[in-house]
């Protein structure tokens, strides 16, 4: 592997540093671009984005092998708890909730280059910054998470900047705003919400923000006035069978229109017309006019890791093992999180439940032992159901209920919503960010004991 060929990492610390001027020897944890540019930066663990998974792995990397080893290259200022924007849409929770500085809650002991990755080069173990910095690494951990191709939708963009319009989208903090506006506007007419045509973070989110809807339409007494239509461009309502089947009776008992394989291809803001192709038949167009439209946008991994040919695969996520997580050429780098290509439903639980494998296994790489962690898939999404309720969603790559709790979780429950509301923010900014919370099979395990004749 390319890193055993290099100069031992003490000794190719101490020339850097040797021949590094008063002020670079000033330099804090955080390397701002100013100080930085055109640098040349050497570590032992190169992470590309600090949200969930980059955030959660940096910090259990750097913890281990010790203050600076690690380099975090992120160019947001904030981190958010995106699981939060659906509850943001429903008014439970407001934007100011969802976020902390990135400062805060990346590990102290990493450095942190506040760029954005342009160009991987895995032959030479190297990545180039927005700020013209080339960072070489032994050990690369990708944790670029998804882009959001609101762009691609012609109309969508424009329908979005309207002041107080009729479009939103729970999906980027730049729209949640907009999402409870819009439940809050809407009188009467059809309410459309969408499902794209690519993958999704969370693939429980586009439909959440239904039912939340629809119970908000309910409890101000305007439901009767307002047609409630889901166009996804998924064949199923979810794409877990045992799940799936507990939703189908609600949608229907809440009078949901669900039309499958239906996927929005442009918004015409100025009519309030959102056009949508029916993907089994794609000349076979429909208009629908709207009265407020909630609109997820294709997601893709960010341009920059694309364009590296030789780390995605055909979907254009980083081709890893699945169950290692390792890629599959190159063997110093790993991937965590939305942009990898694991089959799993990309979502923070995925990314947490992924962290000690990835984390594991990198250490094993490191040291030149064989990998031996193992990532059975599992995925968590708790489908809000309204304003006081979840089914709880857990599952793995065989699309397998994989669950915790010792009681029906394809039920929709207050103890879940609550779990959700209140709780797993506290998990995710304590314990998963530091890098402390490892998924839950642990308490799985533990409860296990309860589960008899569940
Ligand atoms: C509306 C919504 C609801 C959700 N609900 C849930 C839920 O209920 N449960 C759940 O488990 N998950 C949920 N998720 C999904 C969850 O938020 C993501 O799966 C999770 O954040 C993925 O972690 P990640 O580290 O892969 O990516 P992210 O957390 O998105 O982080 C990616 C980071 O990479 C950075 N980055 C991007 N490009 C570059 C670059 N070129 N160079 C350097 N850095 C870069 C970004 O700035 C970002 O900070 C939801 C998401 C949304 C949007």
Not at 377 to 383: D, F, I, R, T, V
């Amino acid at each position: 592997m390319t890193f055993y060929t290099c100069l031992p990492l003490a000794l190719r610390q101490a020339k850097l540093l040797a021949t590094r001027s008063f002020s670079e020897r000033l330099l804090h944890r955080n390397l701002s671009a100013s100080q930085t540019l055109n640098d040349k930066h050497e570590c032992q663990v190169l992470v590309v984005g600090g949200g969930a998974g980059g955030c959660a792995l940096a910090a259990k990397l750097s913890s281990r092998l010790g203050r600076n080893k690690v380099i975090v290259v992120e160019p947001a200022d904030k981190h958010y708890y995106q699981p939060m924007f659906t509850l943001i849409g429903g008014g439970m929770k407001r934007l100011e909730h969802s976020y902390k500085s990135m400062a805060e809650v990346l590990p102290k002991k990493a450095k942190w280059l506040q760029e954005a990755a342009v160009e991987f080069d895995p032959e030479s173990n190297t990545v180039k910054t927005s700020g013209g910095n080339t960072i070489k690494y032994d050990m690369l951990l990708i944790a670029t998470g998804l882009q959001l191709n609101y762009n691609k939708i012609p109309g969508l963009e424009e329908a979005l900047a309207i002041p107080n319009g009729k479009v939103c989208s729970i999906y980027s903090p730049k729209y949640v705003d907009r999402v409870f506006d819009c439940l809050r506007n809407i009188q009467g007419g059809d309410a459309i919400f969408t499902y794209p045509s690519s993958p999704v973070k969370c693939p429980g989110a586009p439909q959440k923000i239904v039912y939340i809807a629809e119970h908000y339409f309910r409890k101000l007494g305007k439901r009767n006035d307002i047609n409630i239509k889901y166009n996804t461009a998924l064949p199923v309502l979810f794409g877990v069978k045992h799940y799936a089947d507990a939703l189908w009776p609600i949608v229907k008992k809440r009078n949901i229109t669900v039309n499958t394989r239906r996927n929005l291809i442009e918004v015409k803001p100025g009519q309030d017309i959102a056009v949508f192709e029916n993907l089994d038949n794609p000349s076979e167009r429909f208009e629908e006019k709207y009265s407020m439209l909630h609109a997820v946008p294709p997601m893709s991994a960010p341009d920059a890791l694309t364009r590296c040919k030789q780390l995605i695969n055909e979907a254009g996520f980083v081709d890893v093992d699945q169950s290692t997580l390792q890629h599959k050429k190159y063997q110093n780098v790993f991937a965590i999180g939305d942009s990898s290509g694991s089959p799993n439903s990309k979502t923070a639980a995925s990314a947490a439940a992924q962290s000690p494998v990835v984390f594991r296994n990198m250490i094993a790489a490191l040291e030149g032992k064989p990998l031996k962690d193992i990532y059975d898939g599992y995925a968590s999404c708790p489908l809000v159901t309204g304003y006081n309720s979840v089914i709880l969603a857990e599952f793995d790559y065989s699309l397998t209920p994989l669950e915790t709790f010792p009681v029906a979780q394809n039920k929709e429950r207050y103890s879940m919503f609550i779990m959700k509301k209140d709780f797993m923010p506290l998990l995710y900014w304590k314990l998963m960010l530091t890098g402390h919370w490892n998924g839950p099979a642990l308490m799985r395990n533990l409860l296990s004991v309860f589960k008899f004749g569940k």
